[in-house]
């Protein structure tokens, strides 16, 4: 089991860049598939990105090419790198964990939720 937690979130202007840290203590960390969602006001959660144990990634069609996630197993810790940001990347952006398996979008197969960190972009 494990309880993530996030950090990082800011107000910044359009186009500049934003770290999200997602911490989520537990001796299996690396057994997790992690992932990064993001809702906005009156909208559902949405996808962002996701990373297998062995780095494999995948990412929403609205963020490639700009947003990175990454891992660091020995610090049980993933990251979403976030540049080039838009207004439309406003959200609280949540760190979402389940055990094995495969990268999943719907945020229904996630069992381990962080209680989500504000990024705000200013136009």
């Known amino acids: 089991q494990v309880q993530p937690v996030e950090s990082g979130g800011g107000l910044v202007q359009a186009g500049g860049s934003l770290r999200l840290s997602c911490v989520a203590p537990?001796?299996?960390?690396?057994?997790?598939?992690m992932g990064w969602f993001r809702q906005a006001p009156g909208k559902e959660r949405e996808f962002v990105a996701g990373i297998r144990w062995n780095n494999y990634s995948t990412y929403a069609d609205s963020v490639k090419g700009r947003f990175t996630v990454s891992r660091d197993n020995a610090k049980n810790t993933v990251y979403l790198q976030m540049n080039s940001l838009k207004p439309e990347d406003t959200a609280v952006y949540y760190c979402a964990a389940r055990p094995h398996g495969s990268i999943q979008i719907i945020p229904f197969n996630y069992d381990y939720w962080g209680h989500g960190t504000q990024v705000t972009v200013s136009s």
């Open positions: 537990g001796r299996t960390f690396s057994d997790y598939t």
